[in-house]
Each structure stands twice: as C-alpha cells, then as structure tokens.
C-alpha cells in the first residue's frame, strides 16, 4: 500500500512554514513563497520528468488579494494563477498565502504591475513561466456556480471498509466493453501532508476505453480518506493509478479543492496536450 510518509521527511520538506506558528507580514516580500519539488511524489510513482505520461496545470483562484495604490487607497482583486505540470516546484500553500498578505500594506502603481510581481515572483518559486491574471472590477463579472458533467458516482448504494489509500481496490476495475465517458464524485478527502488538515474535493474523470467499474472506482477514490498527500500529488496518483490497472487510451483528471486562506487549487492532468481546462466554480468553493 502506497505510503506518503516515505518521503514527508525530505528535507526539502523542513523548512516549510506550514505547519508552523507564522506571523503575517503586511509589507511586500516574495522571500515568504515556498516550493515543494515535484520529484519527491514523482519518484515514488517511478515518473521522469523527461518523460512524464500526462499534461495538465495546477489552477489556483485567489479571493483575498489587496495592495495600497500610489495615493495610499486599498484596491482588491481576485485571480487566477496557472502553474505548469511540468515546472520542477510546486508553490506551498501557505507560503502562497502569506505572500499575498505581504501586499496589504504594499504600494503598487497599477493593477498592471502587481500582475507583473506575480507573475515574476510565482515563476521563480515553481522554476517555469506562471500564468496570472488578475480581476478588479469587482462588480463587472459573471461569476456563477457551475457543476461537473457526466454520471454521478455517489448515487451508488455501496458499501464501503476501506479509508486507506488502496490501489489494488482497481484490479479488474475494466470491462470489456469500449465506451468513452465523464464521471465524478464529490467524496473525494485526502489530508495535507504536513499537518494531515483535511482537505475536501470534488473530482471528474474523462477517459476513452474499456469501461470501468463505477462501484470499484468510488471505492478507490474513498480510499484517499486517510491518505496524506498534497492535492496536486494526489490528483497525479489517481491519474497514475487508472493508467496502470484500467485499460485506457486517453484520459483526463480534475480535482477542485475547496477553498482555504483565500485560495483554491484545481489540479487537472490528462493525457491530452491542448486540452480547454473549465474555471467554473462548485457550490463548495
């Protein structure tokens, strides 16, 4: 059984400010951003980075997020951050977080250039261009609440025993039968893995193939109920996991994570290069 422990020791782990009692600065300092090196879960699921089996990027949306312009007034905004799959860091959270209250107090010219600190700072943590925009009409926005496509998972009456990550609940998990199909599930909880908080999420699988077992993969993705992992690595492991036990030509998963200090991440890896990735916010964030 996968176990996430064999490497939430790495030292590139130590340092992190999640986890630990941490003051809020309020005067900019890009110096709070952390990474976490994609390699540490990577390795573990036997993936190169010179050759990795998907693409995808890590969707942020910021809510909190204020500066002081030249004249001294507060400005807010909301944003969107896109972190490539392939950047050899992923951003810490929290890190994140302290980060953009680092901007309370700060002056900036124009929203213009706070876009350009973000995106300059975001880059340099992941190690790969970060795409950022930024909203500050506020009021000029058709933000509605959306919901994923496809059959719903969990109107399936099943019994369940296991809440430890157990890929083996996939054996068999194909049928015979070709079928290209959406499905999801809003059951989907894993825990952080420094401070095992858990972390809640609603998931959609795509894939073209042999059909899969709904009751086994709602048993599988319920596994994840103990398991502590960030939300970006544990999006990677089903994605890995699907791949090794079902028969599959092409497949996508999309996790949104509810919301936490102000951010949430939305990890999608697919085997598809160009494929549209949807911002639309569930009910839970």
Known sequence: ??????????????????????????????????????????????????????????????YELSWLNKKGK?????????????????????????????????????????????????????????????NATLDNINDQLGSFNGINLDELDIEVSEYHLSPSILEGVSATETVTETVYSHLLKSNCLITSQPDWASIEISYTGK????????????????????HEQCVERIFCDLMT??????????????????????PMRSTEKSLTISNTRLLRQ
């Open 245 to 266: 036990y079902a028969s599959l030509t092409s497949l996508t998963v999309y996790a949104r994570y509810t919301r936490r200090g102000g951010l949430d991440i939305n």
């Open 211 to 230: 059909r899969l077992d709904h009751e086994k993969l709602l048993k599988y993705l319920i596994s994840f109920r103990q398991h502590n992992e960030f």
């Open 1 to 62: 059984m996968p176990n996430s422990t064999l490497y939430n020791q790495d030292d590139a782990l130590k340092g992190l400010s999640l986890g630990q009692v941490t003051e809020y600065k309020c005067h900019y300092d890009n110096s709070l951003l952390q990474s976490v090196p994609r390699s540490l879960n990577r390795n573990e699921l036997d993936l190169e980075a010179s050759n990795l089996p998907f693409y995808g990027v890590d969707l942020w949306n910021i």
């Open 74 to 134: 507060p400005m807010v905004a909301t944003g969107v951050v896109k972190v490539p799959f392939d950047s050899e860091f992923l951003i810490e959270s929290k890190s994140f977080k302290l980060y953009l209250n680092s901007f309370n107090q700060s002056h900036f010219e124009s929203v213009e250039a706070v876009q350009s600190t973000l995106i300059a700072d975001l880059s340099a943590c992941a190690k790969k261009p970060v795409e950022v925009s930024l």
